[in-house]
Protein backbone atom coordinates (compact mmCIF):
# COMPACT_ATOMS: atom_id res chain seq x y z
CA UNK A 1 0.00 0.00 0.00
CA UNK A 2 1.34 3.18 -1.26
CA UNK A 3 -0.68 5.46 0.98
CA UNK A 4 -0.30 9.23 -0.22
CA UNK A 5 1.84 9.57 -3.05
CA UNK A 6 3.05 13.17 -4.32
CA UNK A 7 4.94 14.18 -7.35
CA UNK A 8 7.57 16.12 -7.57
CA UNK A 9 9.23 15.49 -4.72
CA UNK A 10 11.37 18.92 -5.14
CA UNK A 11 10.45 21.84 -8.04
CA UNK A 12 12.07 24.94 -8.89
CA UNK A 13 10.17 27.75 -10.96
CA UNK A 14 10.86 31.42 -11.93
CA UNK A 15 8.24 33.88 -11.16
CA UNK A 16 5.04 33.31 -13.27
CA UNK A 17 5.65 29.80 -14.32
CA UNK A 18 2.86 27.92 -13.92
CA UNK A 19 3.06 24.01 -12.85
CA UNK A 20 0.58 21.21 -11.45
CA UNK A 21 1.67 19.41 -8.22
CA UNK A 22 -0.12 15.65 -8.68
CA UNK A 23 -1.15 13.58 -5.50
CA UNK A 24 -2.60 10.15 -5.63
CA UNK A 25 -4.23 8.13 -2.76
CA UNK A 26 -4.79 4.03 -2.88
CA UNK A 27 -6.74 4.26 0.38
CA UNK A 28 -10.27 4.92 -0.86
CA UNK A 29 -10.54 7.45 0.80
CA UNK A 30 -12.72 10.38 0.42
CA UNK A 31 -11.79 13.38 1.18
CA UNK A 32 -8.63 14.73 0.16
CA UNK A 33 -6.60 17.82 1.19
CA UNK A 34 -3.94 20.15 -0.47
CA UNK A 35 -1.69 22.08 2.81
CA UNK A 36 1.40 24.01 2.42
CA UNK A 37 4.11 24.42 5.37
CA UNK A 38 5.91 27.25 6.31
CA UNK A 39 8.14 28.13 9.28
CA UNK A 40 6.70 29.28 12.52
CA UNK A 41 3.26 29.10 10.97
CA UNK A 42 1.77 25.75 11.34
CA UNK A 43 -0.08 24.01 8.19
CA UNK A 44 -2.28 25.74 6.20
CA UNK A 45 -5.48 24.47 4.46
CA UNK A 46 -5.51 25.23 1.01
CA UNK A 47 -8.07 23.23 -0.82
CA UNK A 48 -10.28 20.19 0.45
CA UNK A 49 -12.07 17.52 -1.76
CA UNK A 50 -14.94 16.01 0.10
CA UNK A 51 -15.33 13.62 -3.00
CA UNK A 52 -14.73 13.68 -6.80
CA UNK A 53 -16.46 16.69 -8.25
CA UNK A 54 -16.43 19.05 -5.28
CA UNK A 55 -13.97 20.93 -3.92
CA UNK A 56 -14.00 23.51 -1.64
CA UNK A 57 -11.75 26.65 -0.42
CA UNK A 58 -9.53 26.77 2.76
CA UNK A 59 -7.38 28.95 4.79
CA UNK A 60 -5.19 30.24 2.03
CA UNK A 61 -6.84 29.26 -1.58
CA UNK A 62 -5.73 32.81 -3.53
CA UNK A 63 -3.56 31.33 -6.49
CA UNK A 64 -3.91 27.94 -6.33
CA UNK A 65 -6.71 26.20 -8.34
CA UNK A 66 -7.48 22.25 -7.65
CA UNK A 67 -8.83 19.85 -9.44
CA UNK A 68 -10.71 15.86 -8.40
CA UNK A 69 -11.25 14.05 -10.99
CA UNK A 70 -11.38 10.91 -9.87
CA UNK A 71 -11.41 9.53 -6.60
CA UNK A 72 -7.61 8.57 -6.79
CA UNK A 73 -6.51 11.56 -7.91
CA UNK A 74 -6.20 15.61 -6.13
CA UNK A 75 -4.04 18.13 -8.19
CA UNK A 76 -2.74 21.59 -6.84
CA UNK A 77 -2.33 24.41 -10.04
CA UNK A 78 -0.28 27.22 -10.08
CA UNK A 79 -1.17 29.46 -12.79
CA UNK A 80 1.32 32.21 -11.89
CA UNK A 81 3.60 31.13 -9.71
CA UNK A 82 5.13 33.81 -7.08
CA UNK A 83 7.68 33.85 -4.47
CA UNK A 84 5.20 33.78 -1.84
CA UNK A 85 4.17 30.06 -2.81
CA UNK A 86 7.59 28.82 -1.97
CA UNK A 87 6.85 26.56 0.61
CA UNK A 88 6.35 22.47 0.95
CA UNK A 89 3.00 21.66 0.22
CA UNK A 90 1.55 18.05 1.96
CA UNK A 91 -1.35 16.34 0.21
CA UNK A 92 -3.50 14.75 2.31
CA UNK A 93 -6.57 11.97 2.76
CA UNK A 94 -9.24 10.78 4.93
CA UNK A 95 -11.75 8.13 4.72
CA UNK A 96 -14.01 10.62 7.07
CA UNK A 97 -15.51 13.19 5.03
CA UNK A 98 -14.88 16.80 6.96
CA UNK A 99 -13.13 19.43 6.06
CA UNK A 100 -10.78 18.70 8.53
CA UNK A 101 -10.15 15.81 9.48
CA UNK A 102 -6.53 14.54 7.49
CA UNK A 103 -5.01 10.90 8.40
CA UNK A 104 -2.59 10.17 6.01
CA UNK A 105 -0.05 12.62 4.91
CA UNK A 106 2.17 12.53 1.44
CA UNK A 107 5.79 13.10 1.86
CA UNK A 108 5.79 16.43 0.59
CA UNK A 109 6.76 18.62 -2.23
CA UNK A 110 9.00 21.22 -1.87
CA UNK A 111 8.84 24.51 -4.12
CA UNK A 112 11.10 27.53 -4.32
CA UNK A 113 9.50 30.01 -6.61
CA UNK A 114 12.82 32.51 -7.68
CA UNK B 1 -9.99 34.28 15.77
CA UNK B 2 -8.51 30.64 17.02
CA UNK B 3 -5.19 30.12 17.62
CA UNK B 4 -3.16 27.06 18.79
CA UNK B 5 0.04 27.83 21.00
CA UNK B 6 3.10 25.28 21.49
CA UNK B 7 5.40 27.38 23.59
CA UNK B 8 8.24 25.39 23.53
CA UNK B 9 9.62 25.58 20.01
CA UNK B 10 12.49 23.37 20.52
CA UNK B 11 13.52 20.78 23.37
CA UNK B 12 16.18 18.78 23.62
CA UNK B 13 15.70 15.61 26.00
CA UNK B 14 18.22 12.58 27.00
CA UNK B 15 16.92 8.91 26.35
CA UNK B 16 14.57 7.96 28.88
CA UNK B 17 13.89 11.62 29.99
CA UNK B 18 10.13 11.96 30.13
CA UNK B 19 8.44 14.59 27.46
CA UNK B 20 5.58 17.11 28.02
CA UNK B 21 5.06 19.19 25.23
CA UNK B 22 2.42 22.32 25.69
CA UNK B 23 -0.45 23.03 23.70
CA UNK B 24 -2.80 25.54 24.11
CA UNK B 25 -5.56 26.77 22.25
CA UNK B 26 -7.72 30.38 22.27
CA UNK B 27 -11.61 28.79 21.02
CA UNK B 28 -14.10 28.39 24.07
CA UNK B 29 -16.55 26.07 22.04
CA UNK B 30 -16.66 22.97 21.26
CA UNK B 31 -13.26 20.98 20.13
CA UNK B 32 -11.48 18.28 18.67
CA UNK B 33 -8.06 17.70 19.00
CA UNK B 34 -5.49 15.94 17.43
CA UNK B 35 -1.61 15.71 17.59
CA UNK B 36 0.48 14.73 14.39
CA UNK B 37 3.97 14.11 14.30
CA UNK B 38 6.87 14.28 11.48
CA UNK B 39 10.40 12.17 11.47
CA UNK B 40 13.13 13.25 9.51
CA UNK B 41 12.75 13.34 6.27
CA UNK B 42 8.94 11.70 6.41
CA UNK B 43 5.62 12.94 5.80
CA UNK B 44 2.92 14.02 9.16
CA UNK B 45 1.13 11.00 10.95
CA UNK B 46 -1.43 11.23 13.11
CA UNK B 47 0.12 10.47 16.29
CA UNK B 48 -3.43 10.95 18.48
CA UNK B 49 -6.37 12.11 18.26
CA UNK B 50 -9.42 13.63 21.31
CA UNK B 51 -13.28 13.71 20.53
CA UNK B 52 -15.03 13.02 23.35
CA UNK B 53 -15.07 10.70 26.92
CA UNK B 54 -11.83 9.65 28.35
CA UNK B 55 -9.93 13.18 28.39
CA UNK B 56 -6.56 11.34 28.65
CA UNK B 57 -5.72 9.92 25.32
CA UNK B 58 -3.53 6.89 24.37
CA UNK B 59 -1.66 7.08 20.75
CA UNK B 60 0.67 5.05 19.24
CA UNK B 61 4.44 4.79 20.19
CA UNK B 62 3.89 5.07 23.88
CA UNK B 63 2.65 8.70 23.75
CA UNK B 64 -0.96 10.33 25.56
CA UNK B 65 -2.05 13.21 25.85
CA UNK B 66 -4.68 14.87 28.57
CA UNK B 67 -7.19 17.07 27.47
CA UNK B 68 -8.18 19.69 30.21
CA UNK B 69 -10.61 21.62 29.33
CA UNK B 70 -10.58 24.46 32.16
CA UNK B 71 -6.96 24.66 31.14
CA UNK B 72 -7.66 24.85 27.07
CA UNK B 73 -5.25 22.74 26.98
CA UNK B 74 -4.22 19.20 25.19
CA UNK B 75 -0.89 18.37 26.22
CA UNK B 76 1.65 15.46 24.93
CA UNK B 77 3.40 13.35 27.39
CA UNK B 78 5.48 10.15 27.30
CA UNK B 79 7.12 8.75 30.32
CA UNK B 80 10.45 7.83 28.80
CA UNK B 81 11.79 8.77 25.42
CA UNK B 82 14.01 6.92 22.51
CA UNK B 83 16.19 8.20 20.39
CA UNK B 84 13.93 7.46 17.67
CA UNK B 85 11.41 10.00 19.16
CA UNK B 86 13.40 12.77 17.40
CA UNK B 87 11.20 14.24 15.46
CA UNK B 88 8.54 17.42 15.10
CA UNK B 89 5.53 17.71 16.59
CA UNK B 90 2.01 19.75 15.46
CA UNK B 91 -0.81 20.19 18.08
CA UNK B 92 -3.78 20.43 16.19
CA UNK B 93 -7.11 21.86 16.99
CA UNK B 94 -10.73 21.55 15.36
CA UNK B 95 -13.46 23.74 16.34
CA UNK B 96 -16.64 22.78 15.43
CA UNK B 97 -19.29 24.75 14.55
CA UNK B 98 -22.64 24.54 12.92
CA UNK B 99 -21.00 27.00 10.16
CA UNK B 100 -18.29 24.21 9.61
CA UNK B 101 -15.53 23.19 11.44
CA UNK B 102 -12.37 24.83 11.40
CA UNK B 103 -9.08 23.21 12.10
CA UNK B 104 -5.75 24.66 13.02
CA UNK B 105 -2.46 23.49 13.55
CA UNK B 106 0.46 24.50 15.90
CA UNK B 107 3.54 26.15 14.59
CA UNK B 108 5.38 22.91 15.77
CA UNK B 109 7.86 21.79 18.39
CA UNK B 110 10.91 19.97 17.26
CA UNK B 111 12.25 17.37 19.90
CA UNK B 112 15.88 16.16 19.34
CA UNK B 113 16.59 13.65 22.05
CA UNK B 114 20.45 12.64 22.66
CA UNK B 115 21.29 8.99 22.70
Known amino acids: NAGVTQTPKFQVLKTGQSMTLQCAQDMNHNSMYWYRQDPGMGLRLIYYSASEGTTDKGEVPNGYNVSRLNKREFSLRLESAAPSQTSVYFC?????????????FGDGTRLSIL | AQSVSQHNHHVILSEAASLELGCNYSYGGTVNLFWYVQYPGQHLQLLLKYFSGDPLVKGIKGFEAEFIKSKFSFNLRKPSVQWSDTAEYFC?????????????FGTGTRLAVRP
Open chain 1, 92 to 104: ASSLVTGMNQPQH
Open chain 2, 92 to 104: AVMQKKSSGDKLT
